[in-house]
């Protein structure tokens, strides 16, 4: 496989410095990806990087991820307003591992193959590195003017944010410079990879290494992923869409990606897959002809929860999107998750009734107009039960004056009432 051709025609490659293709034909090479750790998982933002890094390890090269620690604690001014929090080392060491575990399903790191990943936190080399050391051995190889001629440095003092820029963080690409000429050094890395607005602090490191050790090295950056309508990629009303299933569940992961747009579902399946050319043209041409069937973006959901979460989480999402839409879910239902679960009844109304509703004596028809008002009166619910339009838990009932039961409660707090095709009620029961 090679490299440069396959980001080609995914659509993942924005600026290239003369020679990546040569280098990359020659011989094994090493490149790296910074990855920021200012919480323990990464979310869907990063996902562009770490299929770089995928596809590069893919066509026989060596990975490296590297934590940035050190960066981590100053803030790149990139694309930002405003300077970042700092984080301590506790907390910096807690996000490594947790994003280490999150990589290993994209990356082999474990192997003996010459070409394994490997994780490193640029903290571990710059926490002894004196100020004086740092300002001799590194700051006087780079000018000013060259720093300020990046477009990082020129957005933040030209006015554009109020704030202007600290010392700290017009320090920070001569930081990321060092840390491409010290893996230059202990680990002949000669790439570095990244978004396209890192473009300047890569070619910083380019510069450094040329002037210091007199090498060559090399910068490749993959565009920065947007949506056809404009918005911000990876951002809903909830905030990020994250990687770990305790802040973005399996299936609000899965319903992100099968509800993109056919335009973003076109770009996305070439990006956030291994699918082959092939593959990718005949769904291409399969949506083409049946918009309606969206196989581009059930398939895109597919890959990429499986990748990121498993073939069991992908399934039981599938299980789940289908739940107000199937008469036959009521086993579905006892199975999922209370997380899946509110997450599928997000916009569905809600009552809350106290658990003494649940309790010996009270009967359906009383839980439902008196307690929680999913129906006017009993006379209504009667007849809309004799019609066979209501289902306790996707189960129709035949009895409105059947008693309520502990066994009816999903995750030991919740009831589903379905009142017709398509109106659905989610009762919580409150301690």
Known sequence: MDFIEELSWRGMIHQMMPGTDEQLKKEMTTAYLGIDPTADSLHIGHLVGVMMLKHFQRAGHKPIALVGGATGMIGDPSMKSQERKLLDEETLRHNQEAIKNQLAKFLDFDSDAPNAAEMVNNYDWMKNFSFLDFIRDVGKHITVNYMMAKDSVKKRLSGESQ?????????????????????????????QLGGSDQWGNITTGTELIRRTAGGEAYALTCPLITKADGGKFGKTESGNVWLDPRYTSPYKFYQFWLNVSDADAEKYIKIFTELTREEVAALVEEQAQNPGARPLQKRLAKEITTMVHSAADYEAAVEASQILFSNHAGETLRKIDEATLLAVMEGVPQFEVPRSAISEGVKLADLLTETAAVFPSKGEMRKMVQGGGVSINKEKISDPYAPVTADMLLNDKYILVQRGKKNYFLLHVAD
Do not use: I, V
């Not at 704030?163 to 001569?174: A, C, K």
């Not at 050094?185 to 790439?191: A, G, P, S």
């Open 163 to 191: 704030q202007g820029m600290s010392f700290t963080e017009f320090s920070y690409q001569l930081c990321q410079g060092y840390d491409f000429l010290h893996l230059y050094k202990e680990k002949n890395c000669r790439l």
